[in-house]
C-alpha cells in the first residue's frame, strides 16, 4: 500500500509542477491549471486497482446491444447479462442475473484452474474474497448492483484484474 500511495504522490506533484504558474512554468502553462476539485478526483483513480496487477479489458458485454432495445420497445432486461474480459494471460467470462439491489454472479476463468478471486465494489473498502474452482469456475451469491471489480489471484503469477464495471 506505500508503493501506491508513494505512486500517487510522485503523479500529483508531477501534475501540480506541469500546470504551475510563473517564468518556469511546467507544460500547461499558468492559464492551464486544473481546477482544484478535477485533482481531488484524479487522485483516486491511480488506486482502482492494485498496482502490481495486469488489466483485463472488457471485451464483450451483453447489456450495450439490449440496452437500446430495450428504450425503443419500452421493456425491461430479460435474462441475464453476459460479460467478459481478457487479459494476456487470463479471460474471465461472467452470466449476472437478478434486479433489484442484489443479483447473482457466475462465472469462468480461462484458461481453467482453482484461484482466490477478490470481489471489490464502490463505494467503499469492503471485499469479498470466494474462491474459484479446479475449473475456474465461481459463484458471487447476492452481490449488490454497482460498480464492480474482480482481481483474480493465482499461485506464482501476477493478479489479474477486471476493468470497473457497472452491474
Do not use: N
Not at 48 to 64: G, N, T, W
Not at 73 to 99: C, I, K, W, Y
Amino acid at each position: 500500500m506505500d508503493d501506491q500511495h508513494g505512486a500517487v504522490e510522485r503523479h500529483t506533484a508531477a501534475l501540480r509542477g506541469a500546470a504551475s504558474p510563473g517564468p518556469s512554468a511546467g507544460t500547461f502553462g499558468q492559464y492551464d491549471a486544473p481546477a482544484a476539485p478535477g485533482g481531488e478526483l484524479a487522485v483516486p483513480s491511480f488506486v482502482k486497482h492494485p498496482a502490481d496487477a495486469e488489466r483485463a479489458a472488457l471485451v464483450a458485454d451483453s447489456e450495450i446491444g439490449r440496452a437500446a432495445a430495450i428504450v425503443r420497445v419500452g421493456g425491461s432486461r430479460v435474462g441475464p447479462r453476459l460479460l467478459s474480459f481478457e487479459g494476456s494471460r487470463v479471460a474471465v467470462d461472467m452470466e449476472v442475473d437478478g434486479t433489484g439491489r442484489y443479483i447473482r454472479m457466475l462465472g469462468q476463468l480461462i484458461p481453467a484452474g482453482s484461484a482466490r478471486i477478490e470481489v471489490r465494489q464502490e463505494p467503499g473498502p469492503e471485499r469479498r474474497i470466494i474462491d474459484a474452482d479446479r475449473l475456474g469456475r465461481f459463484v458471487v451469491e447476492d452481490i449488490c448492483a454497482g460498480p464492480t471489480s474482480l482481481t483474480c489471484h493465482r499461485a506464482g503469477e501476477r493478479p489479474v484484474t477486471t476493468d470497473w464495471t457497472s452491474l
